[in-house]
């Protein structure tokens, strides 16, 4: 039988926990992408009028997220002419597990002058166009494979590809695509010589723009840890240039560590 290339499968108990759901953290658990893709679904699909796009996403990731149906609750909570804002809550057994809140900007005209941005954007792996969803490639320094255990390593981290969908049979939109991949900026910002050894506890995702196409890379910009807490940054790019950036928190997991040189590389969509 065929594993569903998707996260969640709409049920009468509201979304059920596909395979390629499972954290590698826990078979127990549901990864973040899965999560913070759900989340984007619903409150873009609830909430984004015409004219808008989703420019800002947090998701607040306070409880373990388990493996079994999960429901989700929105709420408008600003509906202006050039801004609205709304909420979201993932909810098992009656209780919030995540929270979600999201930023959707009225589109315009780009104001007059220039103004100073990053002069190198990432550069996809060479590789055909993807027409639907792919297996992630990884980047360590400048070279690009399928094979995770090979950028384990100091280097700094890219990551391509094609997202899941988040329910089965709905090809995922730009928004809910780029928070899936985005949530591996925790992976990009937090893997090294010994795998990885932080869980992140939440994700704010900032997009000028949407994705272009089906693919999605995220780079690595920034590491910063001390005492078991961790802050990563990182730049999510298409196959068109830079479109906006992800930033994590993260809590030390070492008795969990995930060690991909030991072949820990199973549901690497993400570990969450």
Not at 124 to 148: C, E, F, H, K, Q
Not at 199 to 215: F, K, Q, Y
């Amino acid at each position: 039988m065929t594993t569903p290339l998707a996260f969640f499968a709409v049920t009468d108990d509201g979304f059920e926990p596909l395979p390629f759901a499972a954290s590698a953290w826990s078979p127990n658990m549901v990864n973040g992408p899965a999560v913070c893709g759900l989340l984007a679904r619903a409150l873009e699909s609830q909430h984004c009028a015409e004219g808008f796009s989703p420019a800002r996403l947090t998701v607040d990731l306070f409880r373990p997220t388990l493996y079994k149906p999960v429901t989700v609750v929105t709420e408008l909570v600003r509906d202006g002419n050039r801004i609205r804002v709304a909420c979201a809550a993932l909810m098992q057994d009656g209780e919030d597990v995540a929270r979600a809140s999201a930023v959707f900007l009225k589109r315009s005209v780009q104001p007059p002058g220039e103004r100073w941005t990053r002069t190198e954007s990432p550069v996809p792996p060479a590789v055909p166009v993807a027409n639907g969803p792919t297996a992630p490639m990884w980047s360590s320094g400048l070279d690009w494979s399928s094979r995770i255990g090979d950028h384990q390593n100091s280097e700094r981290k890219r990551m391509w590809q094609a997202p899941l969908s988040v329910v089965e049979g709905e090809p995922p939109s730009a928004f809910a695509a780029a928070a899936m991949i985005g949530e591996s900026t925790s992976l990009m910002t937090n893997w090294g010589t010994t795998g990885i050894g932080f869980i992140n506890a939440d994700l704010t995702l900032a997009l000028a723009r949407p994705l272009i196409g089906l693919e999605i890379g995220v780079e690595a910009d920034s590491h910063i840890s001390a005492d078991g807490i961790a802050v990563g940054s990182a730049t999510l790019f298409d196959r068109h240039g830079s479109f906006g950036t992800c930033v994590v928190t993260a809590l030390a997991n070492a008795d969990r560590q995930i060690d991909f040189g030991n072949g820990d590389s199973h549901r690497r969509v993400g570990i969450r």
